[in-house]
């Protein structure tokens, strides 16, 4: 079965970069692109960008242009998104979620990786 | 960017109840639109897909509808499990962007 695990939650202090981890198993992983998406505490969900996993190709949200990157090990089937510079606004529930076949709909989605930025 | 605008964004309806939460996009996404249900603590779900078409193991009693800007989605009938918030995301265009959500309560 399809399943996305991310890595544990992160305590940074403001200025400090994270990256945090999306192993997938159950499916090819590199014949489906990986997007990440966060929440922050009680809000809605904002789009980062995506990677395609078999290229390495990545397209990123203007808003985070410069300070995430997106990268991916396809020896070991995982994704990795790392934001830099971070600032309270960055603290939130950041997920993985794979782009399904429905026109960029995201199928499935890792459990969450709580990021707080605290000092 | 895309605007995504849902209404509204709290309902309070019982078990049984007939449901609609509409998405509106600020321009034309065709049928780029996906909705998705999130519980408290856990990651979204997707539910619809390309508007219309019903994500896999999901219940026949969720239906997604429209094109263009104006979108629908409807429970035929409110199950207790159905209670959560209710997202619309477009991917027709980058920043992919998803509604401010509705919140779907017990009345």
């Known amino acids: 079965q399809v399943q996305l695990v991310q890595s544990g939650a992160e305590v940074k202090k403001p200025g400090a970069s994270v990256k945090v981890s999306c192993k997938a198993s159950?499916?090819?992983?590199?014949?489906?692109?990986m997007h990440w998406v966060r929440q922050a505490p009680g809000q809605g969900l904002e789009w980062l960008g995506w990677?395609?996993?078999?290229?390495?190709?990545?397209k990123y949200a203007q808003k985070f242009q410069g300070r995430v990157t997106m990268t991916r090990d396809t020896s070991i089937s995982t994704a990795y998104m790392e934001l830099s510079r971070l600032t309270s606004d960055d603290t939130a529930v950041y997920y993985c979620?794979?782009?399904?076949?429905?026109?960029?709909?995201?199928?499935?989605w890792g459990q969450g990786t709580l990021v707080t930025v605290s000092s | 960017d895309i605007q995504m605008t849902q209404s509204p964004s709290s309902l309070s309806a019982s078990v049984g109840d007939r449901v609609t939460i509409t998405c509106r996009a600020s321009?034309?996404?065709?049928?780029?639109l996906n909705w998705y249900q999130q519980k408290p603590g856990k990651a979204p779900k997707l539910l619809i897909y390309?508007?219309?078409s019903l994500q896999s193991g999901v219940p026949s009693r969720f239906s997604g509808s429209g094109s263009g800007t104006d979108f629908t989605l409807t429970i035929s009938s409110l199950q207790p499990e159905d209670f959560a918030i209710y997202y619309c995301?477009?991917?027709?265009?980058?920043?992919?962007?998803f509604g401010q959500g509705t919140k779907l309560e017990i009345k």
């Open positions: 390309a508007a219309s």
């Open positions: 159950g499916f090819t992983f590199s014949g489906y692109y």
């Open positions: 321009q034309s996404i065709s049928n780029f």
């Open positions: 995301q477009q991917s027709y265009s980058i920043p992919s962007t």
């Open positions: 990677i395609n996993p078999n290229s390495g190709d990545t």
């Open positions: 979620a794979r782009d399904g076949t429905g026109g960029s709909c995201l199928d499935y």
